[in-house]
């Protein structure tokens, strides 16, 4: 089982990133997927979960109505649409399959002018 993300870098503030995470070594379409991000000096907290087939989704507070999490069960990715940043969004954001209990390495994502 492997979860491998892309896609983070710098940002300026108010600007957009979508990461990816790709999946492999199990069946993606039958596992909620999820995001989760951990700032420095912070505990690890959830960004976004998503049904197995897209059907549904939920956000943690912070993120609704910026942040949008979709998944391509042809091409077992699920992403992660990050609009308006700010700041605060800086940190490692990670992709999860928590049925596995698998992580992928994360991606770093710094919001900054």
């Known amino acids: 089982v492997q979860l491998v993300e892309s896609g983070g870098g710098l940002v300026q503030p108010g600007g957009s990133l979508r990461l990816s995470c790709a999946a492999s070594g199990f069946t993606f379409s039958s596992y909620i997927m999820s995001w989760y991000r951990q700032a420095p000096g912070k505990e690890r907290e959830l960004v976004a979960h998503?049904?197995?087939?897209?059907?549904?989704?939920n956000y943690a507070d912070s993120m609704k109505g910026r942040f949008t999490i979709s998944r391509d069960n042809s091409k077992n990715t699920v992403y992660l649409q990050m609009n308006s940043l700010k700041p605060e969004d800086t940190a490692v954001y990670y992709c999860?399959?928590?049925?596995?209990?698998?992580w992928g390495q994360g991606t770093q994502v710094t919001v900054s002018s």
């Open positions: 998503i049904g197995s087939y897209g059907g549904s989704s």
């Open positions: 999860a399959v928590l049925g596995l209990g698998t």
